[in-house]
Structure formats: structure tokens, C-alpha cells
């Protein structure tokens, strides 16, 4: 008979904190000042070991258009828990399988856990208030930025690599927004929310609004001037192949944003040469959309003066934001133009050769055109590519054949 083997997978738990004083202000519980959560992380637990545990589900994995006949066979026992680490809310589930789980095996794993964090038992958590504490609590067990599911030696890994140092402690509070204050307030609020996109977004938004309008202001405008400068065709090939599964216009905006959420080396390095995003893991661990981050300036602007930022920044004036960013940016060659499929592996070698198999790439170039060529911008940019060039030895076979 095989030995148990035990395997622990690990995502970061979402906790919405409801503050019945003030209608409808939700808190993710990254967002809370590290005294606070020590507070919260007790009675947060206490909710959980309320919830009913979590019974054998090796029939989960039995379904007629999936063949799982091989994991069932090894899948012992699988159940769900809380842990803190290091101050930090995981969810975990824990399998026990007769021997180890190949890698694929893992994987199937990993999709079974993220669709029922995310579509199964963990929706209905996501909707249901902890009572008999201070303030009203949802748990999630999925956070809606594709956090990654952690082994217990990625989680260690990650624990390791986390700043030592506290909010606040590593850079003075930012007081006014200028270009160079608004990557310090993005660098604060990942290292305050600890990647959370949801906490880092309400953490913005309180900021901001602490600071006044005219930052608030500042900021909405710096950050949709960085939108814009990075509306270009070939980073938006770059993001087609980092998504897999498509990215039109609506998805190419989140892309951006997350980009700009990245930091400024890595924004700037992007828009000089798309294909060095290969080199950003998260390109491969996370989802790389960030929808909201574009409004925490104009949440914060509506909050304190019950109108819209958009309308209350003067195209002119937004114009010569934009013309300031511009300066610091290098843009790549060929980044204006919309690549094809059949372009794209000499364009982006390294994301293609990361997001797309051989195979893939081929039966991408089938299905036929990645552009609407009937569109007069596309049109235009394609006819103004550059012509490539045809090796010699590619003239003389012509040549030849003639």
C-alpha cells in the first residue's frame, strides 16, 4: 500500500470588515493598520471554526466530461481551514493522497480548489456576516486578483522575501501627488496591502482623501496620463499573449493598470520593450488586471466634494500632465504597430515562447487575423510597419524556383 502523502495548498484569505457605523464602508482586512489586525485576527478565526468542516471529497472530482478516474484513485481526504502565518490570513486546504500527486495531478488539483473557492462552497462564505463582534465580517476564501495557490515551500519562500520593515516605517507618508510622489504612493500601498489589489485600492482611496481634493485630483490625472501613454499596439500584443485566453479594450485598460501598479521600472521598461515583462514573474502568477485601481483618485475626489473628476480637470491642463510623463519614456521600435499572429514570435520572442507552446502559436496564425484589418487605423499602422528584411539565401531559393 503507498504511504499517505500530505500536501498543503495556501492562498491569502480576504476579510471584509463591515462598519455598521457608516452605511455601506466595506474595509478589506488588508487595508487595516497592522494594530488593528492583530485585533481582528482572533475573532476572525473564532467566525471561521463556526463553519461546518469540510467532509471527504474525493467525489468531488468525479464529473463525465473530465477524466479523474486517476487522481480519485489517490485522493485520501481533502479539508479546508484557516492559519495565520506571520500575521497573514491564508485559507488552506489540506490533501492526503496514496503517494505523491504528479505534477499534473497537482494542477487538477489546483483548479478543483480554485473553482470551488470561487464558484462553489467559498461563493457562499463570501456572502454570509460573521456576527458577535465589534464590527461585521465576510470571509472570502478567493480574492478577486487570481492570487496564486502556495505550497507550504512557496509560502515559506514568500514569507521570506516579505519586507521587514512595517507600514510607514520604510518611507515618509506621501503629502503631495507630483509624478515622482505617485509611484512612492503605489510602492507604499503594495508593501502596505502585501499585493491585495482590493485592500491596496480602499488604502488609496483613504489616502487621498486625507490629502484633499487637489491631490485627489492630481492623482486621477497622473494615472490615466499613464493610461494613455501606454495605449499602444504593441504592448496590447504583449498583454494578447500574457492573457491566453484574449484581451480586447476592455481588458487592455485593466492590463494597463496593473502595469502602473508594477512600479515605474518596470512601466517604463514595458513600454521601451514589451517583451522584457517575461522577466516580471507575476506575469505568470497572477491574473494581471487591476479594473479598479483607475478610480481610487476620482472615489476619493467624489467623497469629499460630491463631483466627478473627470469633469472637473481641464483638458489643457491634463494635456500638459500627459506631455510631463512624457518626458521619462522611451518607447521601444515597432511598438505602435499591431503585430500579427505570424509576427508576434519575432516581435515578443520570450513572452511567446512563455505563454504559447509550437503548436499553439500555429493554431493561433490558423484561425486567421489577431487585428480588425478592416478598421482605417489598423490599416494605416500596418501599411507604416517596417518591411522585413529577406535574408540572401532567401532571395537565391526564390530566385531559383523562378
Known sequence: ????????????????????????????????????????LGKIMNAFRELQPQKDARNAFTAPEQDWSEICEKIVSLTRAVEVVNGTLYGVYTCRSSGTLTPDEVEDLKWHCCDQWENGWGEGY???????????????????SGAPLLSREQLRQKERQRPAVMEGQCQ???????????????????????GSQRAAVYWLTERLAAMGPEQALNFH???????????KYGL???????????????????????????????????????DSLADVPACVEEDCR????????????????????FDDIAPAGHQRVVAELRKDIVYGAEIEYPHEWSEVAAYLPRLTAQHLTPEELRACVCRGHLWNHSDPEIQRLRAAMPKKKRTRSRKKKEGDAR
Open 1 to 40: 500500500m503507498s504511504e499517505t502523502v500530505e500536501l498543503r495548498l495556501y492562498s491569502q484569505l480576504q476579510v471584509d470588515i463591515i462598519d455598521r457605523d457608516r452605511s455601506g464602508r466595506v474595509i478589506p482586512f488588508q487595508a487595516v493598520s497592522h494594530e488593528q489586525a492583530g485585533e481582528y
Open 126 to 144: 463570501a456572502h454570509c456576516p460573521r456576527e458577535g463582534v465589534s464590527l461585521g465580517l465576510y470571509i472570502h476564501f478567493w480574492q478577486d
Open 172 to 194: 515618509p507618508p506621501v503629502a503631495e501627488i507630483t509624478p515622482d510622489t505617485f509611484w512612492t504612493l503605489l510602492a507604499q500601498a503594495r508593501t502596505a496591502c502585501e
Open 221 to 231: 490625472s497622473i494615472i490615466h496620463g499613464y493610461m494613455e501613454l501606454a495605449d
Open 236 to 274: 496590447w500584443n504583449a498583454a494578447t499573449l500574457i492573457h491566453e485566453d484574449g484581451c480586447y479594450i476592455d481588458g487592455f485598460e485593466d492590463f494597463r493598470a496593473w502595469l502602473i501598479f508594477q512600479g515605474k521600472e518596470t512601466y517604463l521598461s514595458a513600454l521601451k520593450d514589451p
Open 290 to 309: 487591476f479594473a479598479d485601481l483607475p478610480y481610487a483618485g476620482s472615489m476619493a475626489y467624489v467623497r469629499l466634494t460630491d463631483r466627478v473628476a
